[in-house]
């Protein structure tokens, strides 16, 4: 596993745990045993979070995004659990606001998905963020 992806993995956990309890994003990133990558992965998803959770809003509200059994989604930000979301998030940063290739970003959220989520996840998400990219 690389050092990003271990990086990827830890700021998921603290959007998922910030979301989750209620508290601001930027608690505990003083941390100094957080990757300095971490960090930086979290403070951009808090600074660009209206932006990021509207695109997701408009991706899920397509007709073209499925829900995990194939159907038609119109699914709400909300609705998802805060793992789903917290995935989301990292890899709408990424894909957005960061040089990363496209690619990179879709196959780290997917394989995050694959690694924490439920068996469904991935597929679903990887629909929703195709939708974004």
């Known amino acids: 596993m690389s050092s990003r992806h271990k990086a990827?993995?830890?700021a998921v956990d603290l959007l998922y745990r910030a979301d989750l309890l209620g508290y601001d994003l930027a608690d505990g990133l003083d941390d100094p045993s957080l990757r300095e990558y971490t960090v930086a992965?979290?403070?951009?998803?808090?600074?660009?979070?209206?932006?990021?959770?509207?695109?997701?809003?408009n991706a899920?509200?397509?007709?073209?995004?499925?829900d995990a059994d194939g159907d038609p989604a119109g699914w709400t930000l909300d609705r998802l659990s805060y793992l789903d979301r917290a995935i989301?998030?990292?890899?709408?940063?990424e894909?957005?606001?960061?040089?990363?290739?496209?690619?990179i970003a879709l196959s780290e959220a997917i394989t995050l998905a694959d690694e924490l989520s439920a068996d469904t996840s991935p597929r679903f998400l990887?629909?929703?963020l195709a939708a974004i990219s």
């Open 41 to 57: 992965l979290v403070q951009g998803v808090k600074d660009n979070l209206p932006y990021i959770d509207t695109a997701l809003i």
């Open 60 to 66: 899920l509200s397509s007709a073209a995004t499925l």
């Open 8 to 10: 990827r993995k830890a």
């Open 126 to 128: 990887n629909g929703v």
């Open 95 to 103: 894909l957005r606001f960061t040089d990363l290739e496209p690619g």
């Open 88 to 93: 989301a998030r990292l890899a709408v940063y």
